[in-house]
């Protein structure tokens, strides 16, 4: 009988340890190996994980990195990526759901991790609004303005007329550094106040401004600039 490949013992200890230990026991690149087995029946995934790893960064860049990127790594090919962008899109549906299910303000860290899920690794600027209705819960969550690099633009009339389209009482904002620095510039801080400004004949209220970039999440009512 043909030796069997050194890849299926690694496999079903891999698979055992999952099991047994809980997901939480394996290291970024084992985590890829489980989905990547499941994808790639007859080849050894592991040096197909790492090279993920090494090319991205980490697992939410490759989640978000375009299926372009992902099939330029040896193993991946359109299926593969094709997969990958369905658990990217599983993780960013399951994220609205939640936030979508509670306050938005009374459940911040799923909130938090919602926009840093959504925004994080977008290549251009992104403003989006998140309205609320008079129990903070979600009405919607829409992109008001696509941008370059380093600029989105963001109109304070279009986002009071669809702030009363909604009939919403309270708003979030919310947008990217594509450089990764999530420090607010001064034209984040000026647009924030003009957009308070504007509102507050309405009586409706903008909890905050948070920024997101692969260094984190800031808010602006945090970092007392609102």
Not at 9 to 37: C, I, Q
Not at 162 to 185: F, K, Q, W
Request: net charge neutral.
């Amino acid at each position: 009988m043909p030796e069997e490949p050194h890849w299926k013992g690694h496999r079903e200890r891999l698979r055992s340890k999952l099991l047994t230990r809980g997901a939480t026991a394996l290291n970024n690149y084992e985590v890829l190996e489980v989905l990547l087995m499941a994808f790639i029946p007859r080849r050894d995934v592991k040096p197909i994980a790492k090279a993920l790893e090494t090319r991205f960064g980490s697992l939410s860049a490759i989640l978000a990195a375009p299926t372009s990127d992902l099939i330029k790594v040896d193993g991946v090919g359109e299926t593969v990526a094709a997969y990958l962008k369905a658990i990217a899109e599983l993780n960013a549906r399951a994220s609205r759901e939640t936030i979508r299910k509670k306050p938005a303000i009374s459940s911040w860290s799923a909130l938090i991790d919602y926009v840093r899920t959504e925004l994080q690794h977008e290549k251009r600027e992104q403003f989006r609004i998140l309205f609320l209705d008079r129990k903070n819960q979600l009405i919607a969550d829409e992109i008001m303005g696509h941008g370059t690099v380093d600029h989105a633009p963001v109109y304070t009339r279009e986002v009071a007329r669809r702030a009363l389209e909604l009939h919403a009482s309270a708003l979030i904002l919310v947008h990217n550094h594509p450089s990764g620095d999530p420090t607010p510039s001064r034209a984040d801080i000026d647009i924030t106040r003009e957009i308070i400004d504007a509102l507050d004949p309405f009586d409706i209220t903008v909890h905050d401004h948070l920024i997101a970039g692969t260094g984190g999440v800031t808010s602006l009512k945090s970092a007392g600039l609102i």
